[in-house]
Nanobody
Framework: QVQLVESGGGLVQAGGSLRLSCVASGRNFNTYTMGWFRQAPGKEREFVAALGWITGSTYLAQNADFVKGRFTISRDNAQNTVYLQMNSLKPEDTAVYYC?????????????????WGQGTQVTVSS
């Protein structure tokens, strides 16, 4: 069983930055695919980024207006932590951000791939 604990959310002005952290623990967590999703009020949960813990390979959401050039996913093996660095934040980035862990080898952009979810961390971007 994998456990995930997110942190790092908060209130930031448009144009600012935040770094979200997801600390993983439990059996074989470092063989999993790690993903970040977000969910705004009244909207479906959407994929942001993913990382393969073994390979370190990363994948970002392909909508250019959404993530590209602004968000980066990374990991720190020594700290058992996956990060989501978010720069040039916009009000439309306001959402609850979730960290998730899933078995490797599956489509990383869909929620069904992930077996374990963190509690979520609120990100609010003011204009």
């Amino acid at each position: 069983q994998v456990q995930l604990v997110e942190s790092g959310g908060g209130l930031v002005q448009a144009g600012g930055s935040l770094r979200l952290s997801c600390v993983a623990s439990g059996r074989n967590f470092n063989t999993y695919t790690m993903g970040w999703f977000r969910q705004a009020p009244g909207k479906e949960r959407e994929f942001v980024a993913a990382l393969g813990w073994i390979t370190g390979s990363t994948y970002l959401a392909q909508n250019a207006d959404f993530v590209k050039g602004r968000f980066t996913i990374s990991r720190d093996n020594a700290q058992n932590t996956v990060y989501l660095q978010m720069n040039s934040l916009k009000p439309e980035d306001t959402a609850v951000y979730y960290c998730a862990a899933g078995r490797p080898g599956k489509l990383v952009t869909v929620t069904e791939t992930y077996d374990t979810w963190g509690q979520g961390t609120q990100v609010t971007v003011s204009s």
